[in-house]
Each structure stands twice: as structure tokens, then as C-alpha cells.
């Protein structure tokens, strides 16, 4: 994909070139050539020597490393994305496990925490960091969007993908109001970066519904809506009128729900899904990234794959869907009915195991996989629900830091010969638990995976290095969200999540597969985004909803990977393209 702008020009436009040198996405500072700063009148504004793109990497690098937080760490990246956004993006790719964990979890969340006071330094005028809806804008809808498209560097290039929040769940956070934003916002750079989206095509957004975090509507900086969240009514209304609106001014947009609260992410989904072309990364992502490593995980373990008994801890969006992803594992793999799938799964929440007779309202989403064989028994602690579920595998998605402490940890290595633990919740201190402390109480045979990544670990009195699998969707969405923009599915189906989740699994290389990696590393997640785009435009094409002309004369899956190659998006090396067909 070239990065080309092709009129008016811009040494004989005025406008063109004013708009030019100020756009982060064109103007590269220091690297553009001489004869090309005098025609726009340059000199002077830089310093005279001509940079090459690597020293400026170097340098920003240099900076990046002198910073002494990891929050400051994330305002100078935003800062350097919105001045030169090109180098931005060839330091992450160039330097993905350094920089990923900055721009993403663990540090998106104390940055969204932060949001309010450190916002001046994120979004300079004139460059939205994406579009915030306030509830007191649903009659305005329309001047939002056209403000927003007025504001784009090129206009034309309209946003083919958005990721949209309302703040109310965001990681293991709670209710972040308008702070949520810069969940899309990471999420989005994931995308570029993973999958090669155009991040002029790509459009964060807010809905700033309220709060009903009062220490935010205290907060003088608090910069959201100062009110609680309005009732299940105006929600839902208000999120439909977003709906309509977005689809009006980009009607093939593909839409990525994120970190609604569990009371509304399932509802949105189901409301939408067949009609809307969208998905929720929370429900769908995470479903289709476990169920991949827990097909690796089965590998590892000397269980026989239709032993396994399943227990979740947190039974919120990413628990159920995570559980009803695993529960097709059994019934496409291995056979069973849904019925008799459904039983190998036990979910516990804050009031202990989940029965039909709890003597509680069970949440609607907790109900599917509610427990009707206990005979009454009703299990309140953790440790008492192990014992009786005697899980091969713990999952936790329940956003409380340590709770699989030492005697949980000790008892999975009781039960099992490689226990399969997976601490999901993030960010880094809301983990059930740290990889190290899993090795430690498991005498270093536990199957691992966390939301977050955690550090390497050293075996004890040994040389060997364990490497800790990272179980989070951003191994899924954005190749997901590449396959979907070149397929233009009419709607993304459960076989096309199923297919991302077993090309995920299936894109281990032979070094990966000899470190008993559960995921393949983060530096080759460009090629197993185009395995998984893959993946999605082949199932889109069986399922009989691939829209789009070339994806359906492409059949074969090695002309539709070298289809996505063709489509990524790359950051440019070369100092001619800097000013691309002007020169
Ligand atoms: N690794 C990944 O890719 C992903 C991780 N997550 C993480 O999953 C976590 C949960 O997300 P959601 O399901 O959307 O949130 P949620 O708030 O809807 O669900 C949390 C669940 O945990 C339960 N819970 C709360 N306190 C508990 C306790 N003390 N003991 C047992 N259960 C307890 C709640 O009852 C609820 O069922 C978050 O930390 C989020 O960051 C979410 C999506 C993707
Ligand atoms: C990773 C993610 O989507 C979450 O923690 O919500
Ligand atoms: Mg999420």
C-alpha cells in the first residue's frame, strides 16, 4: 500500500503545503530533503543537517529510554504519534515487546486513570485522538461526524474501522467514564501495527454516558460528562442513535465493541450483530485467543482432551465468552453435544460457585452455564469450589489482583499433573497471579498464560528460561479486523471466530512449538495476522457472506494471505516517499 497524496499539489498549492508541513502524518522533520524544505519553506525551522530515518529512530529511541515512568514513557509516545506519526509507527513495529506494553496493557491503564490530567499533552487541536460523544450530543450527531471528517488529515480517507467504548468497564478498571478512551485509542494502534490498518482510516470513540465513579465527578479535571450513567432505556437508545449516525456517515465501517459493562456488552452484541457489521473484542476476541491457547495448552497436558473440567473465576463478558468459545471446542473437536459440553464448565463470581439454586438473581449472561447437578452443594471460597469442581484448568477473569494465591496455586499442582492456569484479568496488578508465583507453588509445572505479560522466568538452581504465554485478544482482533475490512462480511458469524482461533493456534513455528509456547511471539505478529485474516476471509467466503468482489475470485488460502500482505499498511523508509507524488 503506498502512502501517496496525490493532489493538489503541494508546491503549487499554498494550502496544500501549510497543511502539509503541519500534518504528523506527512511532514517527517528532520529527515526531509534540502531542495524539498526550501520549496516549502523550511529552512531555517529545522536544523541544516539532513537525518536519516534509522537516527531518528535512534534518537527517539534514546528518549523513549531516559523517561523515567512508564506513564511518561506513554505521553512521550503520544506526543511523538501525533507530531511524526510515521516514525511513531516504525519504533513500535521495529521495537513491538518494548513499546506494545506501553501503548497497550499494563500502561494504557494507569494512563486511562490518568486520562484527565495528562490529556493536554495527548491530543493537540486539529488532531483528534478520536471522537468523544457526549450524551448531551445525540441531537447533534451529524455536525459530530462532519467536525470529525473536516478535522482529518486527508478527508477522503475515511475511517474503515472504529473501536468504540463507553468507558464503563475498561480493563479490570471499573467505570473509567471518558478516561476510557484511550482503550480505543490503544487498541487502534494495535491494529496498525499488527495488522497494517491504515491509521488515517482508523477512528477511536467515546461514548461520555456519565459515570458512576463519583471520585471522577469530584475530580476538578475530570474532563467528561460530571453525571451518573442514565438507566438501561436511555442507553440503549442513545448507543442506537451512535449507531445509525456512524453507519450514515460511514456505512461500511467495521465496528469493534470494547469494554462495555457485562450488563449491556451482551445485549449490544446480540442487538446488532446480524445486522451491523461488528463484533464485541471482550466476548468474541477473548473467547477466540483462549480457546487457541487452550488447544496448545490440551497439547502440553498429559490429560486426555475429553478429561477436561473447566473452572472460570469471574463470570463477566470475558467469562462467558471465553466458556461458550471452549464449550464449541468440545462440540466441533472432540463430538459432544452442547449439552454434554456445557457440563465440563464451572463458573464462580463474587458469590462462589454458579447453581440454578444459588438462592440469588442470577445475572441474564450467568444463566447458561449456571450448575443444576450440585445436589444443593454450594461452594462460597475459591479453594472450597476447587475441591469440588477438581478442575484441570483455572481460569481467572475476575479482575481481583492474587486470588490465586499460594494454597489455590498448590492445590491445582495437587490435582494435576501440568495444571492449566490462566490469570486473564488486566491490567498487570489485577492478575489472579504472577507468572513467577505460579511456577513457585506448582513446582514449575503449570500450563501458563496471563492477560498481561509477565516477565520470563528462571527455573531455580537451573539455566532454564520458562517464557510465559500472553493470553489477550490482541493476538486475534487485528488480524480479525483486517480479514473483515478485505472480506466486507455481510456480518462476522461464530464460524469465522471459531476459524481466527484455530489459525491463531495453528501459526506456532517450529522454534515456538519447541519452547512449548501456548502463543507465537509478538514479533511475528504481523505474519499470524495475515494467517488469521486468512482464516476469516476463507470462512467468509464458506459461509456464504463475503461481499467483497477481489476476496471472492481469490480463493485459494495463499492468494488471500498474499491479498492481506498487499493491504498492509507500512510506515515509510524511504525519503522519496516523503513527499510522495509531489516531488
Ligand atoms: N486477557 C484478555 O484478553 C482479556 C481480559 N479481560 C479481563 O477480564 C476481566 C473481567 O472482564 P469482564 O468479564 O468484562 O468484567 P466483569 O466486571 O463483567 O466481570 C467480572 C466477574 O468477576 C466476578 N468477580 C468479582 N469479584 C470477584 C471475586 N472476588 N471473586 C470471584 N469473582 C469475582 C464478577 O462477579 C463478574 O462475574 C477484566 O480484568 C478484563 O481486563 C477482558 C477481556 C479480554
Ligand atoms: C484486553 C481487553 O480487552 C480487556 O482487558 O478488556
Ligand atoms: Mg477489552
Redesign the pocket.
Known sequence: MTNSRHSPNIFEDEEAARHWVHSSFDNQGTVVPSDVRDKLHLRGLVPSGIDSFENQEERAMEQLRLKKTDLEKYMFLAWLKNTNLQLFYRMLLDNLEEITPLIY?PTVGSACLQYSHILPFLAPPGQPDGLFISLKDLDNLDELFRNYIEALPEPELTPQITVITDGS?I???GDLGVNGMGIPVGKLQLYVAAAGLDPRRTLPICLDFGTNTDRFLEDKLYLGLRQHRPDDEQFFAAVDKVMKALTRHFPNIFIQFE?F???H?FDLLSKYRDDYFCFN??IQ??GA??LSGFINAVQQAPVDPREHRILF?????????VAKQLMDYFVIEHGYSEEEAKKKFWL????GLITKDRGDRL?QH?VFFAREDNDGHQSKS?LETIDYVKPTALIG????SG?FDEAVLKRMAELNERPIVFP????LD?AECTFASAMKHTDNRVIFA???AFPSYQVPGTDEIRVPGQ????YIFPGLGLGATLAKPKCITDTMIYAAAKSLAGSLNDDEKAHNLLYPRLTRIREVSVDVAEAICTQALKDGVAKDDVVRRLKTPEALREHARENMWEPTRKTEDIVHSNL
Open positions: 496493557t468497564r480493563l479490570g478498571l469494554d459493562s457485562s450488563e456488552a473484542d471482550d476476541g477473548t485467543v483462549i473465576h469471574g463470570a463477566g463478558s470475558a467469562g462467558v465468552g464462580s463470581d463474587s458469590k445475572a450467568k475459591l477473569l475476575c479482575a481481583q486470588v486473564l484479568s488486566n491490567p489485577n496471563s492477560g498481561t493470553g489477550n485478544n490482541m
